[in-house]
Structures are given as structure tokens and as C-alpha cells.
């Protein structure tokens, strides 16, 4: 496994990745977050690759491009570690780019295992796991890992937005390691209760969202 790469000029990465490809790496880490530019595209695809270890920075638009033409590029990737190193939610440019279906036009076939690590709650990144969960029809699991403790009410805010995405995987799960103990878990569970009724939204589609969130918390 290869650390410490930082995409900093396209005649480096054109030289890194050609090496990549002729020594048929297969786990591969890179720091996207050092000033420099970013390339547009890979100047190939690689095929060998399965495991991907990102540091990314939402709020550059062409850090978040970038990542997914990466992403594109490993047709064979199964594993991917994102370490969000977003520092605000002022990013309004990155996430009408991530409405737009050209960013990801294609089926992640071979994608299983998604962890986002250092998640601080940013829209722009939510809007990241969204666009996996449609496009990875393999996806067995979708790890998130908070940067910090949170109040009970973002942490459900966040929970009930993340179960609530499409997802193209029937076996597609979701675990929020934030939600560690029981008694938050109970209160967590009632609040959401609360919150849906007073919603006015049917038993039915209650427990499509406090199902999920059950599941989550026997996991921890």
C-alpha cells in the first residue's frame, strides 16, 4: 500500500499512475488536501486496484470531481475509506455540481464497503453519501464515523437524512458509530416517535425510519 501521494502537478500523477499500473497496485492512499492542482481526469484505468484511501476537502470543487473521477477510474474498486477534511458548509458550487448527473454517470458494479471518517455534519459530504448509495448496486455497507460527539437532535437530524436516501443495493446498510449507549438510543428512538407523529406521517412509513435505526444501534 502506497501513502502519503500528493496530487500536486499532472506530470507527477501521469508518472505516478503509469507506475501504479505496471506494478499492479491493489490498495492505494491519497492526500488530495496540499495546495496544487488538482487533474480533471486519470489518464487511465485501472484495473488492478480494490482499495482506495481518500483525504478529501468537500468544500474544493475540484478535489470532490476529482475524487469521483477516481472513483470512475477503479472499475474493479470494492473498498473505499473517505477522511473528510471539510472545514465549513458554504459550498454551494460543489453541491449543484453534485446534482448534476454528469458527475457520476455510471453504475458502481464492484463497490461493497464505504467508511467516511472525521464526518462533521457537512451537507456537501451527505450529498456524497447520496450519490453512492444510488449508484453502488453492490454496496453491502455505508460506515459513518463523526468527527465529534453531537446533540441527540443533529444526530437523529443526520440519522433519519441518511436512511432516507435511495438506495440502488437491497443489501445496502447504513452503521452511525456515533450511537454508543442504550439510554441515548431509547431517547433518540422516542424523540424520532414524536418528531414523525407530530409529522402526521403513517405508522407504515414510521417504522421504515425507526427500523433502520433500531438495527443501527444493535450494531454498536
Not at 68 to 86: A, V
Request: with cysteine; proline share 4%.
Amino acid at each position: 500500500m502506497t501513502q502519503g501521494v500528493h496530487l500536486s502537478t499532472y506530470a507527477y500523477i501521469d508518472r505516478w499512475m503509469l507506475y501504479v499500473t505496471r506494478n499492479g497496485v491493489k490498495k492505494l492512499k491519497l492526500n488530495m488536501t496540499k495546495d496544487g492542482v488538482v487533474p480533471k481526469r486519470l489518464p487511465c484505468t485501472l484495473n488492478c486496484l480494490w482499495h482506495l484511501d481518500l483525504d478529501v476537502n468537500f468544500n474544493k470543487l475540484g478535489q470532490t470531481s476529482y475524487t469521483l473521477e477516481l472513483i470512475k477510474s477503479f472499475p474493479n474498486l470494492r473498498e473505499l475509506e473517505i477522511w473528510d477534511k471539510t472545514t465549513d458548509d458554504i459550498v454551494e458550487g460543489v453541491m449543484k455540481y453534485l446534482d448534476t448527473p454528469a458527475c457520476l454517470d455510471k453504475t458502481l458494479n464492484k463497490l461493497e464497503d464505504v467508511s467516511i471518517h472525521s464526518f462533521n455534519y457537512s451537507k456537501v459530504v451527505l450529498s456524497f453519501v447520496k450519490l453512492l448509495f444510488a449508484h453502488g448496486s453492490s454496496l453491502s455497507r455505508m460506515s459513518i464515523y463523526p468527527d465529534k460527539a453531537s446533540s441527540s437532535k443533529e444526530e437523529l437530524n443526520v440519522a433519519t437524512e441518511l436512511m432516507r436516501f435511495p438506495r440502488v443495493s437491497p443489501k445496502a446498510e447504513l452503521i452511525y458509530h456515533q450511537m454508543k449507549s442504550w439510554i441515548k438510543g431509547r431517547m433518540m428512538l422516542l424523540y424520532s416517535q414524536r418528531i414523525l407523529l407530530k409529522k402526521e406521517i403513517s405508522w407504515r412509513n414510521m417504522l421504515t425510519l425507526v427500523v433502520p435505526l433500531l438495527n443501527m444501534l444493535l450494531q454498536q
